[in-house]
Structures are given as structure tokens and as C-alpha cells.
């Protein structure tokens, strides 16, 4: 079952996406997302010049050969442009051994594991008081978990609070925006949030915490150790994880479990951390780790050491990408947790799917192969946008991790 094309798709159905469709010579097509926030064409180039040409004429039934074949036939190994652009091509040729299959892509992954995907939403408001009446808007919604972000006293924006409380997107402008940052302000307001948030919903509500890399080891511990009384599922990305062994030192000072990884793209930036049993959930995720062989591949290297899934979902990543996400997440044993954020209705109908949402589970397609396609039709009407995340200083000026 030779590959006869293999084309990439930019549509901005209100922010975008990089998708690419792999068709073979019996008319059976593919998709897998490329999409990676603020650096799209660097994908979509990737793959158009140096990954499409290559796999004309290749066997689609050759998943892990295809895999191995990109990632060591390319000499510069890793990094998010190249990993998300081999998890493109691995995604797609999934799709389409479930499809020659007659079978949704988890059945080939082992079945299922469990009867649906527990989600979290995303809470976020200025206020505390504003923030409530949106975990209360989750929590209506049947959500079983829920991540709580506000305005930090004293700064102008903070990361994860956002006007539109749904579809939350930070990369709104063609040239990065620039947003202050305050540890000390930060560290003084969070444990009274989520007083108030536990001492409002009780306990049976999963809370969750994204600190998003912009403390150092010790404030991480800090943190950690002024919420144990709120008993959080996790506090993610405390620190930046390019320092692993970093971590031991939040784990010297706090219970409060940790979830790393949005920004991993192979095993070795999580091997440390998975084999020192420094972090509790491991937030890697399809696209941006290399498909559904590499996440497989970390998934099960993290259920050794106790580890459990906890994958990034944010809109920015497609509904490929969720699609994909779900059949994993129903098949490993060590699955967490699956972050969803919902997408726009406009982006919804560009990618027509069949997971779907009920009383805080996701539960993937059952149709052959991810169950989920993209409209090249309605894809065409959404031209390009360039849009950048924001940059991120101290308040006397200074670079600071966004
Ligand atoms: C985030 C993301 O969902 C999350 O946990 O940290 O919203 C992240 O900021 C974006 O994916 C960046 O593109
Ligand atoms: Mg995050």
C-alpha cells in the first residue's frame, strides 16, 4: 500500500493549524497534526520540503520503519520542529492502519482500559470571586477536574486568564506582546484561591495548578509545600524542566504532586525526571512528541516508575491531535488525566469528528482508523494568520519564561 501523497494544510478557522493528509494508492487517507503554536510554516516548510517528498512510494503500512526512518535518517535529532513533523507522518499512517483495519486506532493500541478519558477544564478569572462562578461552570458542566487560574494582584495580565472564558488563546498578535511578572505577588496570592475554592466546592472536586516554567526550585517548593492543605492533583511546569535534577529539590519539600512535559518532544527530555521519580504526570503529548509510537514509547517507560499520563491539550493543539490523544489515553494503563479545552465552533466544523464529551469523560470515535477528518473545503476559506505568544518580563525589565 504505497503512499501517493502526502499534503500539508494551513487554515486559521480563528487561530492555526498544521495538518497533514497522507493518501495511498488505494484512495485510503490519513491526517496527523503539526501544529505548533507561533512557529507554524516552521512545520509546514519542514515537512513540504524535506519529509513529503521522502515518503512517496513508501509503504503506509510501515509505522515504527517510517518513524525510525525520520528520526534517525534526519541527523539533527529532536526538537519541536522536526518531532512534530515525524508525529505528523505517524499519526496519519495510524489513522490509516485502523481504517484498513475496520478499527478504531485503540483497539490496535491493546483496547480499552478503562470506559472514558477524565478531563480537566480550565477555570480562570481577574478575581476570586470571578473565578468561582467559573469552577462552578465546570463543575455544572459534569467536569470531575478542574484547573484554577487568576489575575496575580499588582499585574496587568497573567498567564491563563483570558476575556473569552471558553476558548482561551494567548497567541493573539502578529508580534509577540510583551506581559509583566511578579514571583513574590504570585507566591502571596495563590494559597488564598484555592482556600477559597476548596472551602466552596469541597472535596471531592480535582483541582489543578499551571505555573507555566516561572519559578525557581525552592519557590516551587514553597508553593508546593502553602498548598498541601488544598490537597491539588498536581501543580504543572513549576519550574523550566531544562534542569532536571532541579526537581529533586521541590521533591525534598512538598507532597504536592507535579506534572511536566507540554514542551518535551522525545523520552530523553522526560528520563530523568520518569527515572528519579521526580514528577507524578508526564504532559507530553502527540504532536508535539512524536505521534502515537514515541508517546506510547514514554507512556509506558513512565508507568514503571509510577508515573501517569496527564497530556497537554490546549486548543492549540487540533482536534487531530485530540483525536489521537483519546485512543491513547483510553488504551495505557498508567492514564491520569486529559487536559481539554474546547474549541471554537468554527474550528470544529473544519475538523468534523466523532469523540465527544459527556459528564466530564472524553470518549474517542469508534469509527475505523483516529475518526476524524479535516475539510479542505471549509479549511481553504481560513487563510494563514501570524500570531505569536506572548514574551514575559519582570516588572524592572528583565526576560522572564513566559
Ligand atoms: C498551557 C498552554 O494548556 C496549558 O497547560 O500551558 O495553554 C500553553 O500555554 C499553550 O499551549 C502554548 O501554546
Ligand atoms: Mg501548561
Known amino acids: ?11 486559521c478557522p480563528g487561530r492555526n493549524f498544521v495538518t497533514l493528509k497522507i493518501v495511498t494508492e488505494d484512495g485510503v487517507s490519513g491526517v496527523g497534526d503539526a501544529t505548533l ?3 507554524e510554516l516552521a512545520v509546514a516548510s519542514y515537512l513540504t520540503e524535506h519529509v513529503a517528498p521522502a515518503l512517496i512510494g513508501r509503504d503506509a503500512a510501515r509505522i515504527e520503519d517510517t518513524w525510525q526512518y525520520l528520526y534517525k535518517g534526519a541527523y539533527w535529532r529532536r526538537g519541536p520542529v522536526t518531532m512534530s513533523a515525524i508525529a505528523a507522518v505517524d499519526t496519519a499512517l495510524w489513522d490509516i ?3 484498513v483495519a475496520g478499527l478504531p486506532v485503540y483497539q490496535l493500541l491493546g483496547g480499552r482500559s478503562r470506559e472514558g478519558v477524565t478531563v480537566y477544564g480550565h477555570a480562570n478569572a481577574d478575581t476570586v ?23 496575580v494582584p499588582g499585574l ?3 498567564y491563563g486568564v483570558s476575556g473569552d472564558k471558553l476558548f482561551y488563546e494567548p497567541a493573539d498578535a502578529a508580534i509577540a506582546s510583551e506581559a509583566t511578572w511578579s514571583t513574590e505577588a504570585y507566591l502571596n496570592s495563590v494559597p488564598g484561591v484555592f482556600a477559597r475554592v476548596r472551602e466552596e466546592f469541597g472535596p471531592g472536586l480535582k483541582l489543578l495548578h499551571d505555573v507555566h516554567h516561572r519559578l ?8 508546593g509545600k502553602s498548598l498541601e492543605p488544598h490537597a491539588l492533583t498536581w501543580i504543572e511546569d513549576p519550574v523550566p524542566a531544562e534542569l532536571q535534577e532541579g526537581f529533586r529539590l521541590i521533591r525534598q519539600h512538598t507532597t504536592t504532586p507535579i506534572a511536566v512535559g507540554e514542551v518535551f518532544n522525545t523520552i530523553w527530555d522526560c528520563e530523568q525526571l520518569v527515572r528519579e521519580q521526580l514528577i507524578d504526570y508526564i504532559r507530553a503529548t502527540v504532536v508535539h512528541a512524536g505521534g502515537i509510537t514515541h508517546l506510547r514509547r514514554i507512556f509506558d517507560l513512565a508507568g514503571l516508575y509510577h508515573v501517569r499520563t496527564g497530556s497537554h491539550g490546549a486548543t492549540d493543539l487540533s482536534p487531530v491531535c485530540m483525536a489521537a490523544a483519546l485512543h491513547l489515553d483510553i488504551a495505557v494503563p498508567n492514564f491520569g488525566l486529559q487536559e481539554y479545552m474546547r474549541h471554537t465552533p468554527e474550528t470544529d466544523a473544519v475538523f468534523p469528528h466523532g469523540y465527544r464529551f459527556e459528564d466530564g469523560y472524553l470518549h474517542p470515535s469508534e469509527e475505523p482508523g483516529l475518526g476524524v477528518d479535516i475539510d479542505e473545503e471549509l479549511a481553504a476559506q481560513y487563510p494563514y494568520r501570524p500570531a505569536a505568544l506572548p514574551v514575559n518580563r519582570l516588572l524592572d525589565g528583565t526576560m522572564h519564561s513566559w
Not at 470571586?129 to 489575575?151: C, F, I, N, P, S
Not at 525557581?216 to 508553593?223: D, G, N, Q, V, Y
Open 216 to 223: 525557581t526550585p525552592i519557590e516551587a517548593a514553597r508553593l
Open 37 to 39: 503554536n507561533g512557529r
Open 97 to 99: 492502519k485502523g481504517k
Open 1 to 11: 500500500m504505497r503512499i501517493t501523497d502526502a499534503k500539508v494544510i494551513v487554515t
Open 156 to 158: 496587568d495580565t497573567t
Open 129 to 151: 470571586d470571578d473565578v468561582l462562578v467559573e469552577v462552578a461552570r465546570y463543575a455544572d458542566l459534569g467536569y470531575k477536574a478542574v484547573r484554577v487560574q487568576t489575575g
